[in-house]
Nanobody, 120 residues
């Protein structure tokens, strides 16, 4: 049974920091590309940051320079370090694990999400 369990969300003041964690089980974590997504009320889900199995990273423009995604294959965990948080970062953050065996055939799993609220 595949499980992705996020933790680390909460309420933080503007300018503050949080570190989200996503612990995976039931998959061969090191071969999966991992991503953090977020969805704010009334908005579409968007990719925040992603890290490949080879540890290449990418970010959406609005978080570049503020957020850092990393992974620890020994702990089957992916992290999202969020600094200089803004009220517009408020959303439910979810992690995704994706593995493409051959082009067009993907295994994709989601966590349940963790709420991040940035407010004074």
């Amino acid at each position: 049974q595949v499980q992705l369990v996020e933790s680390g969300g909460g309420l933080v003041q503007p300018g503050g920091s949080l570190r989200l964690s996503c612990a995976a089980s039931g998959i061969v974590f090191r071969i999966y590309d991992m991503g953090w997504y977020r969805q704010a009320p009334g908005k579409q889900r968007e990719l925040v940051g992603a890290i490949t199995s080879g540890s290449s990273t990418k970010y959406t423009d609005s978080v570049k320079g503020r957020f850092t995604i990393s992974r620890d294959n020994a702990k089957n965990t992916v992290y999202l370090q969020m600094n200089s948080l803004k009220p517009e970062d408020t959303a439910v953050y979810s992690c995704n694990a994706m593995y493409e065996t051959v082009p067009g055939i993907q295994y994709s799993y989601w966590g349940q999400g963790t709420q991040v609220t940035v407010s004074s």
